[in-house]
């Protein structure tokens, strides 16, 4: 019994070598499609997450799981009429090992969808959507970002607790704005308050006169919202112009302020957010990641640029695990899911359904940086409803 194990062991580990081997020898690159958005009102998201890939892949001296790695880039425009075709573009024509990608959720959904179909391994590195690991959850989808619920879920109770009782929201009308607000109300109603009115307009119109006018009309206690990117930038302006940020409190998930505050200038001073990464962690990882980071790109790091490098950090666990062999997607799966990830957020680990399950900061604003207050929500899980796996 114990030679046929022996040799069993010998067997997988021969064959391990000469798979580690073939990749060298042939130099094959692993091929991985990075689709994000390079214009738009999110592309210095899709631009912080590319550098934070990349970063990780410097620090690994090239190589990701002892494979060098070809890049294939799309600009999804965070445009979900045209994100099918595009998915479709790196699976079957560039025949791409890896998907990683995106920023937008109604893009984010569509790649789903697509690696799902095909098995292709995804890493999503921003999109909220709560359907990517709920009822989309598949063996081969894996993010490195939050579910739209955690952060708003977070605020909500947050809100809560501070004894406001009376809020509006405002928002854009797709998933991540929806799911936000959901999560957000949730945990509010849950705490004693009550959601009194629902703002919102298109993704990605920017055009808030009218909607802030019913702000003013309705006097909740506080308004909570999501907006990110540029849109975010316009939003917190024009609510200071407006003369609201002094009677009516702004409260947000992080991404209102997130990588925006070079541009929003003082109307962001002093605002509270929830989120997964702040200024200020003061940990050993954290430091060293935005000593590196600003090192590489002269630039300081946001939430996206975290997500961008642990996208990476989760392929290189998983590639480690079946030495450079994709297609042994089973055993990719079972080394991420057993994996903690030393994130400058603070180390993570992934949820069943892959989500991963980690502490929500509750930040202000000051000056030119989201100061971190506290944890607002510990090991938060996200509930990934409809998931079958
Ligand atoms: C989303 O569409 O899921 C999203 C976009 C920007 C920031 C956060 C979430």
Redesign the pocket.
């Known amino acids: 019994m114990k030679s046929i194990l022996f040799r069993t062991t010998l067997i997988a580990a021969a064959a391990a070598l000469l798979s580690t081997a073939a990749f060298a020898q042939t130099g094959a690159k692993l091929k991985v499609g990075l689709m994000l958005p390079y214009t738009g009102t ?1 592309a210095s ?1 899709g631009n912080a997450i590319e550098n934070g890939f990349k970063l990780y892949l410097t620090e690994q001296g090239g190589k990701i799981g002892g494979r060098e790695i070809e890049f294939v880039k799309v600009d999804d425009e965070s445009d979900p009429s045209k994100a099918t075709d595009n998915v479709n573009k790196l699976v079957k024509r560039d025949n791409v090992d890896v998907l990683i990608g995106t ?4 893009v ?1 959904m569509a790649m789903a969808k697509v690696a799902k179909e095909s098995g292709t391994i995804l890493i999503v590195p ?4 709560d359907a990517v690991t709920g009822a989309m959850c598949a063996p081969n989808i894996f993010r490195s970002s939050f579910s ?1 619920w955690q952060p708003g879920y977070a605020m909500g109770e947050v809100m809560a607790k501070k004894g406001i009782k009376k809020v509006a929201t405002i928002t854009w009308k ?3 704005g929806d799911e936000t607000v959901r999560g957000f109300k949730e945990a509010f109603e849950k705490g004693g308050g009550t959601v009194v009115k629902e703002l919102n307009l298109p993704f990605p119109n920017v055009e808030f006169q009218a909607l802030l006018t019913d702000i003013a009309a309705a006097k909740p206690d506080a308004v909570f919202t999501f907006f ?2 540029g849109g975010a930038v316009k939003f917190v302006k024009d609510y200071a112009a407006a003369g609201l940020k002094k009677s009516i409190p702004l409260y947000g998930s992080g ?1 209102l302020t997130d990588g925006t505050l070079d541009a929003q200038g003082a109307d962001a001073d002093g605002l509270f957010t929830a989120l997964h990464y702040a200024d200020g962690l003061d940990t050993p990882k954290d430091k060293s990641f935005r000593l590196a980071y600003a090192k590489a790109y002269k630039l300081q790091p946001d939430v996206y640029a975290v997500q961008g490098y642990d996208a990476a950090q989760i392929l290189g666990i998983g590639l480690k695990a079946v030495n450079g062999d994709v297609s042994k997607k089973a055993e990719f799966a079972k080394a991420v899911e057993a994996a903690k990830i030393d994130s400058p957020r603070g180390a993570f680990s992934l949820s069943k359904a892959h989500n991963p399950v980690q502490d929500i900061y509750l930040r202000q604003v000051t000056g030119k940086e989201n100061k971190l207050v506290g944890v607002a929500s510990k090991a938060l899980t996200d509930p990934a409803r409809g998931c079958k796996m």
């Open positions: 999110y998201l920023v937008h959720s109604g984010a921003n999109a909220g959507a739209n797709y998933a991540a990110a990117g991404f």
